[in-house]
């Protein structure tokens, strides 16, 4: 079947680069964006510290992912050349209708042109790892997630267990080596770099770089600092 336009690509018929877009290096574009998904989980992360996650939630991802999007929404100024969305289409890699374009858990966006994103996708730990590693060989390394960025994020919002060997579990498995980023030396934050099997006849960066943030939700009596460090808090005696 044809795909037929959008108007989206009628009104932005050439979409260029995210990083590139804003005019900056990828470092401190990267810098820019994972800043403010930390201080919005920091925002986050105290107001659910009383949750108890280890308990069965119906749709635990989805609503951590829109109520992260508000935070972050929170810590904006408002001035940013993009805007944070729960849940954009990425039209780009779609397939022909009745089909649904793939979908962003989250993505910064361009207000300039709406066609550019720059993708992060979340899944709960550990029961979604293989899910976690599944996104980033199906979808960001083969050009359906991300065409237009040189990068993208993967969410894990570990709700049990520990963020360091979440962190190990997932460079074996991808496999890939996961690097410290320079600018959150005490965040469990990883980069890893890779080439992407592009699609014939198209023009998306090759090189990937992949921003692995692991989001700590904690048992409650858990005190997160406003690096998102964790500290046990003494509980009252009967």
């Given at each position: 079947m ?34 403010l ?49 729960h ?22 966006i ?14 709960v ?31 894990g919002?570990?709700v ?29 934050l ?7 099997t ?24 858990t ?16």
């Amino acid at each position: 079947m044809k795909i037929r336009k959008t108007v989206g690509e009628l009104l932005w018929p050439n979409p260029g680069e995210f990083v590139a877009s804003l005019l900056v290096s990828k470092e401190s574009a990267s810098a820019q964006l994972l800043e403010l998904v930390w201080r919005g989980y920091d925002l986050l992360a105290k107001e659910l510290a009383t949750i108890d996650f280890s308990a069965h939630f119906d749709d635990l991802e989805r609503e951590l992912t829109q109520m992260l999007e508000k935070r972050i929404h929170d810590v904006t100024s408002g001035f940013e050349p993009f805007v944070i969305q729960h849940g954009p289409y990425e039209r780009e890699t779609r397939r022909p209708a009745p089909a649904q374009p793939p979908q962003y858990d989250l993505a910064f966006i361009l207000r300039a042109n709406e066609r550019v994103m720059w993708p992060l996708e979340a899944k709960v730990l550990p029961r979604a790892l293989a899910e976690y590693v599944e996104d980033v060989h199906k979808e960001f390394l083969t050009c359906r997630y991300g065409p237009f960025s040189m990068e993208g994020g993967m969410l894990g919002y570990v709700v049990s267990g520990n963020a360091e060997d979440f962190l190990g579990k997932i460079a074996a498995r991808i496999p890939a080596v996961l690097a410290h980023h320079p600018a959150f030396p005490t965040r469990p934050l990883r980069v890893s770099n890779h080439n992407r099997t592009v699609p014939p006849a198209k023009s998306y960066p090759v090189a990937f770089r992949i921003h692995h943030l692991m989001l700590v939700f904690a048992p409650p009596g858990t005190h997160i600092g406003s690096q998102g460090d964790l500290k046990s808090t003494p509980r009252d005696h009967a």
